[in-house]
């Protein structure tokens, strides 16, 4: 499909630093008025994720100057959780779940299968922006569908590679991003 | 609807004579990622198609997560039944023989909820899967609509939080909990008594209560479900704590992959302020409290205390050095409790029925009783609730139905990645704190994994090894740097290039990660390959004498080999995963998440 990709090529930027984003970030800000700034830091940085698909370095940099926290220790933080991305991400976002059961039920073939049909390992995105590949060791909470993947926010389960390859060949190209 | 008699040991009296036909439809995460949502729109299609005069209602957190999506058919005159397997296309043939017509189609049905059996169709107490449970946190799941705070008052909820704050002083509160000896059932098992008395006694104020519901490990989904099923259950138990140590704001602290327990949790304190009962002067009490739903980020480690109130603070969530603990000086340097969402659940139950009632469920030093996330090599994948005292055995082969497709056991891995994997001869210990660790592992937080013939220990030790060094916050040198060697020494006995002094050096790091590492993550990182190494050294022996693999697994990755020459599935874990861990990435390898 296309080729390991260290750069962002063909990954669009959802964030343009347009007045209409930065004014996203400080409605997101807003929405904690009354509340402490550093017990709101996590929440808005998910917040700012869930919109932009990762936190974009100009959204750290407001939210430290509106509420007075160090950027560093904003970036400590963005990076220290796994859940904060710092970069775009694809347009699919593919998780395999290598949790205590699935991991030998068969998904670690599921992540082979995906690995090598998108060319890409774990936390990479596909040079065309399409997919995003992820491991959860977390848990789903569906141990019953065990081997199991979520593709953009939907658990499919159990699992065959198959199945799985059939799923993406046939996601739509340029499907929307969550 | 009924009151939880609780102390009739289970269900709830709400399975009284509808007026109209009931339809249930369960709605946790786990069911609808079996496609529970398309069950619900088409039972609500159906209904309204048919003209019925019937009411669908949802729910939760049962537990027959093996049989998701379910749906329960509660017909006036006939006993509830519960149906398993029920995908959208299967609903209409379901409603139409059931409620329109005067089929109870025994060939769907799991169960029936009523004192015989009916049509063919078993009552719930015969099933394997019920018939050891003892239902006390989860007597309302499955039978309330968690985002109804209507159907927990109605089925006797809010009263032992209006007992503790009309009839008893926080003392009493404290003294109960205390007498019902209810230990921490994140794992640790300390008495939560003795939390809240310490937390009470200190004179540094505002004081917080967390409820730390940051379960974050694979395979464990309890704590998940309950708050799915029965938010109110919970938070009952938190205001109630409050109250005891004298709090005015409480945190709920959730991992952020469980969107369904935030957004039901939120819903639950969202309709306690509508009524009063969070806010000010609560009950014209003078009692003031505020409950913040915070989500966690994504770092497993956020579930041990100390981590979990950085966490709240805005931070990295990297545990601290004790003492103080966190009843001196937690959040913002204040007391704060930190319990687990299972031990709290179990408070209104303690001070509806009192200390006396609770202490006779369990054993003399594990009260109450216990929930178990089951999963793995079984035929039926549950949640359950079962006394303290139960048995592995009773687990694996009674409530969970046995090894799936009859395969021979090979281990259960019990407490977790924490814990260690236990074999056949020691099913019969009893889950109970302080029972399995006599075979080097441990209850933990009831979430149990059972694994078939196919499975390699080896591969088991490396697994549960990879995902300490990934969760390890990188504080403690032993904890980041030993479990990636660790993983380096269990890799190269895959490889076939293992030798005995790696079986030897896995022993001694092991000792040294146990005796260095602050908290417990490090503590319990190398449980795993010790209780390996205890009770399958023949199988690792193997591995590193006659270079045999009997499960067929360290081999047969070897046979398809990724470009790289690396075992597929994670190609970066190479023998030198300590190096790459310090390689520039975007996001450290310590949460690669």
Redesign the interface.
């Not at chain 1, 700034?37 to 929440?43: F, K, N």
């Not at chain 1, 990076?79 to 991305?85: I, K, L, N, P, V």
């Not at chain 1, 290598?98 to 059961?101: K, L, T």
């Given at each position: 499909m296309s080729n390991v990709s260290s750069t962002t090529v063909g990954i669009e930027d959802p964030w343009t630093g347009s007045k209409a984003d930065v004014a996203r970030i400080v409605g997101v800000m807003d929405g904690f008025e009354g509340e402490d700034?550093?017990?709101?830091?996590?929440?808005a940085?998910?917040h700012v994720q869930e919109h932009f698909g990762y936190v974009p370095e100009a959204a750290a940099q407001l939210i430290s100057e509106r509420w007075s926290?160090p950027v560093t220790?904003i970036f400590?933080?963005l990076?220290?959780?796994?859940?904060?991305?710092?970069?775009p991400q694809g347009r699919n976002i593919l998780w395999v779940c290598?949790?205590?059961?699935c991991?030998?039920?068969g998904g670690?073939?599921l992540?082979?299968v995906a690995?090598r049909e998108l060319g890409v390992?774990?936390?990479e995105t596909t040079q065309d922006g399409e997919w995003t590949l992820?491991?959860?060791?977390?848990?789903?909470?569906?141990?019953?569908?065990?081997p199991?993947i979520e593709l953009n926010h939907t658990?499919h389960?159990p699992l065959t590679t198959d199945q799985l390859l059939h799923m993406i060949h046939n996601q739509p190209a340029h499907g929307s991003h969550e | 609807m009924g009151t939880v008699s609780a102390s009739s040991g289970g269900r709830l009296e709400a399975v009284l004579e509808p007026q109209v036909p009931l339809i249930w439809v369960s709605a946790d995460s786990g069911a609808l990622a079996a496609g529970a949502a398309d069950t619900l729109r088409e039972v609500e299609r159906v209904v309204a198609q048919q003209g019925w005069n019937a009411q669908v209602r949802k729910t939760g957190a049962f537990g027959t997560t093996w049989l998701e999506p379910v749906v329960d058919v509660h017909v006036p005159g006939r006993p509830r039944i519960t149906y398993g397997h029920v995908t959208a296309d299967k609903v209409e043939g379901l409603l139409r023989s059931c409620i329109g017509g005067e089929n109870p189609r025994a060939d769907l049905a799991f169960a029936n909820h009523g004192d015989a059996e009916y049509a063919g169709i078993p009552t719930l107490d015969s099933t394997d899967w019920w018939r050891l449970q003892r239902r006390v946190l989860l007597a309302r799941c499955g039978y309330v609509n968690p985002e109804s705070l209507a159907d927990y008052v109605g089925s006797g909820g809010y009263t032992a939080f209006t007992k503790s704050l009309l009839e008893m002083t926080p003392d009493e509160v404290i003294a109960e909990v205390k007498a019902a000896n209810v230990r921490g059932r994140g794992g640790a098992g300390f008495p939560a008594g003795i939390k809240w008395e310490s937390a009470r006694s200190e004179r540094n104020f505002p004081k917080f209560v967390i409820s730390n519901s940051h379960e974050g490990e694979p395979n464990v989904f309890k704590d998940r479900r309950l708050m799915e099923g029965d938010p109110h259950g919970m938070l009952e138990g938190l205001m109630i704590a409050t109250y005891a140590v004298g709090s005015e704001a409480a945190y709920v602290y959730i991992g952020s992959e469980y969107p369904l327990a935030l957004q039901r949790m939120q819903h639950a304190v969202d309709d306690l302020k509508a009524v009063g009962l969070l806010g000010r002067d609560i009950l014209g009490t003078g009692m003031n409290l505020k409950v913040k739903v915070v989500p966690g980020a994504g770092a497993y480690i956020s579930g041990e205390a100390s981590a979990a109130i950085y966490g709240l603070q805005g931070q990295r969530g990297m545990p601290r050095t004790k003492p103080p603990r966190s009843a001196e000086a937690g959040l913002w340097g204040r007391p704060t409790v930190v319990n687990n969402t299972e031990t709290l659940a179990n408070v209104p139950h303690i001070i509806a029925n009192g200390s006396g009632w609770y202490s006779q469920v369990g054993t003399e030093l594990s009260t109450g009783t216990k929930l178990f996330s089951l999963a793995g090599d079984v035929e039926h994948v549950c949640l359950a609730e079962l006394e303290m005292g139960c048995t592995l055995r009773d687990l694996i082969y009674t409530t969970a139905g046995g090894m799936r497709e009859g395969a021979p056991f090979r281990s259960i891995l019990a407490g977790g990645i924490s814990g260690g994997a236990l074999p056949e001869r020691t099913l019969d210990l009893t889950n109970e704190f302080g029972k399995l660790e006599s075979e080097g592992s441990m209850m933990g937080s009831g979430g149990y994994i059972v694994y078939d013939e196919g499975t390699c220990m080896v591969d088991l030790a490396f697994y549960c090894t990879r995902f300490n060094r990934d969760e390890s916050c990188g504080k403690c040198v032993p904890c980041r740097i030993g479990t990636a060697s660790q993983l380096a020494m269990l890799q190269r006995i895959m490889d076939g290039a293992g030798t005995e002094r790696d079986i030897d050096r896995l022993i001694e790091s092991s000792d040294d990660i146990i005796a260095y590492s602050l908290c417990g993550l490090g503590q319990a990182a190398p449980v795993p390959i010790l209780s390996i190494l205890k009770h399958y050294q023949d199988e690792v022996r193997e591995h590193v004498l006659e270079k045999k693999c009997r499960a067929g697994v360290c081999s047969m990755k070897f046979a398809r080999p990724t470009s790289n020459g690396v075992r597929a599935g994670d190609a970066k874990d190479d023998g030198a995963g300590f190096i790459r861990a310090r390689t520039p990435s975007p996001l450290p390898v310590l949460t690669s998440r």
């Open positions: 700034s550093m017990e709101s830091l996590i929440p940085l998910h926290i220790d400590a933080v990076t220290f959780y796994a859940d904060f991305r710092l970069e290598e949790g205590a059961a991991y030998f039920m670690t073939d992540a082979h690995q390992e774990y936390n992820r491991r959860a060791d977390f848990c789903f909470g569906a141990c019953q569908l065990a199991l658990i389960g | -």
